[in-house]
């Protein structure tokens, strides 16, 4: 891992922490930076990602116990009230948009011009999941996702919108 990977991954560790202070998601333990895991809510399996819509804090035993188990499954032991449970939920679905975005410009957008929804479309078959519809999102983006558009316009839109979706998780 590069000096630059580590620094982000501090970061991230950092921005997380302080996002969800130092207690167990699962359990509710108190922790220190010690002893305090990073645990992906799609684990690194199943393609998870180490950014701060993938990540929330947990013990070692927490963690350990999961293993590779989906998440809302797992958490069906625990007592989750609605408020945790919906900010888990957004984290989950912003963390897929985002990695659907992420395959549709570095997997698929290799001409100069192309339908941002195609890509989107061609993603979601990778992942192997319906559509996901980003139509709301497309004021904020200013390129019409149905459109033809020049490959720096949607690279730039899809990086901007991931930007949004990091910024709605936290």
Same mark, same amino acid.
């Given at each position: ?18 996002? !969800? ?22 684990? !690194? ?20 116990n999961r293993g ?11 007592q989750f009230d %609605? ?22 410009? %570095?997997?698929?957008?290799? !001409? %100069? ?10 993603a979601c078959i ?32 899809? %990086? ?11």
């Amino acid at each position: 891992m590069s000096a630059r990977e580590r620094d982000r991954q501090k970061k991230i560790k950092e921005y997380v922490i302080k996002r !969800d202070g130092l207690i167990c998601c699962y359990c509710d333990k108190l922790l220190t930076t010690d002893n305090a895991t990073m645990e992906h809510i799609v684990p !690194d399996s199943k393609r998870g990602t180490f950014n701060t819509t993938n990540l929330t804090v947990s013990c070692y035993t927490c963690n350990n116990n999961r293993g590779n188990e989906p998440f809302f499954q797992y958490i069906r032991q625990f007592q989750f009230d %609605e408020n945790k449970m919906t900010k888990y939920k957004r984290m989950y679905f912003n963390n897929l948009k985002i990695k659907i975005l992420n395959i549709a410009k %570095e997997e698929f957008l290799k !001409d %100069e011009q192309a339908i941002p929804r195609d890509l989107i479309h061609n993603a979601c078959i990778v992942l192997k999941i319906k559509d996901i519809d980003f139509s709301q999102y497309e004021k904020l983006l200013e390129i019409g996702l149905g459109n033809i558009c020049n490959r720096k316009r949607i690279k730039f839109s899809f %990086e901007k919108l991931i930007r949004i979706l990091e910024a709605e998780s936290s």
